[in-house]
């Protein structure tokens, strides 16, 4: 129902940005970007950077920006946007969270479609105007995710050689971690401030809030999708291709060991969605015929 409703948003607002969008901004923004989550701080805005950049980076956005003026109040705009967030418990301000002493990082890719309203009409054919403004959009991110796989295996002997499992607990499980990557949705808003100067040039400063429909933004949770299992060949089940493993109790304790790694593994409130949030300045530039504005 969601990704329904955000669709339509998405189709209204192509529609208005056809309406006389005869006037046209390119530009840059550039600022930082960071998370609101269940690991680290948990101020919405301008959260402190961590001085240990190899490990960390820098909490950076940088984006392309493209603006269609189709009033003197209105605009539609199109963001394409890089975000590097970074995330530790050793910040934040709760004692429980400083004492677990969980981190991370997340390379987190997004494409905008946002309605912009100024208050004054900065979009006139003028020297210069200040206005503040208003945003709202939807959004979609391309982020990093943890997932896992268990790797279930028969007990050894010195020389490697699989031994058979005495009881449906006699084997080996071990978890090795990967990053993957997964699209989510956002709902970007905020306000700004845009100056316009020497006719074609514009620059905005502005705070943009990013509730999103993921959790995952701090690798805090492992949905059962990102778990999987692989099993050793090397006993097979009598009559058959397939590890013993994989079937009778034997898969059945396998796939109990995936609900407690994941039980053990996860973090936080999952009800809860993930925020990213960003300060940045832009600088655009207008070209194209003046728009014909009717009263």
Known sequence: MNKKLLLSL??????MAGLKAQRHEVGVRFGTSNLVGDIGRTNYILQKPFGDTKNFGLPVYAGLQYRMNFNPHQTVRFDLGYNHIQFADAGAKEEYR????????????????????NFYPVNNE?????SPYIFGGVGALLHDVTQATLNHDFRRDASGVAQAPLNELDFVSTTQYETGKKVS?????GAGLKYKFNHNWAISGEVMFRPTFTDQLDHSILYRKDVKSTYNQDILQP?????????GVYYLVSQDREEELRYTRNVGDYKTKDWMNSVTLGLTYSFGRPPCYCD
């Open 98 to 117: 400083r004492n677990r002493k969980l981190f991370g990082t997340n390379n987190v890719y997004e494409a905008d479609a946002i309605f912009e309203y």
């Open 126 to 130: 003028q020297n210069g105007m200040l």
């Open 185 to 189: 949705m956002s709902i970007p808003f």
């Open 10 to 15: 998405f189709a209204v607002l192509v529609t």
């Open 239 to 247: 009559g058959s291709n397939t590890s013993l493993l994989q079937t």
